[in-house]
């Protein structure tokens, strides 16, 4: 059983920060870890990625403004973001398989995913 709980969220103001984590559990030596969003009314997104190799995608709209990381004896999952913009408001949610990273996360496939978090909500105003 894997559990996955986001946390971090809140309303920043336009330029900010904010690190979201996402503390889990899980018993596999190969894993894929992804951070998804979803506004109001789009579709769900994917961000970044990292894999037990710590290899690392991102999308373009948060590349360079946002970075993945791990600490793997805490078992928990990172999300440092930068730069926040108006336009990154949304609820964050983490999310994990077994085995290496797939696709791209640009390419947001969801299904690629089997176990997601409940999701941390990110707000940032202008």
């Not at 894999?51 to 995608?57: A, L, R, Y």
């Not at 949304?90 to 077994?98: G, L, N, R, V």
């Not at 999701?119 to 105003?125: L, R």
Request: glycine share 12%; hydrophobic share 25%.
């Amino acid at each position: 059983e894997v559990q996955l709980v986001e946390s971090g969220g809140g309303t920043v103001q336009a330029g900010g920060s904010l690190r979201l984590s996402c503390a889990g559990s899980w018993e596999y030596n190969t894993f894929c870890f992804g951070w998804f969003r979803q506004a109001p009314g789009k579709e769900r997104e994917g961000v970044a990625s990292i894999d037990s190799d710590d290899q690392t995608t991102y999308s373009d709209s948060v590349k360079g403004r946002f970075t993945v990381s791990q600490d793997k004896a805490a078992s928990t999952l990172y999300l440092q973001m930068n730069n926040l913009s108006p336009e990154d408001t949304a609820k964050y949610y983490c999310a994990a398989d077994p085995g290496h990273c797939v696709d791209p996360i640009q390419e947001g496939r969801t299904d690629d995913y089997g176990y997601w978090g409940q999701g941390t909500q990110v707000t940032v105003s202008s």
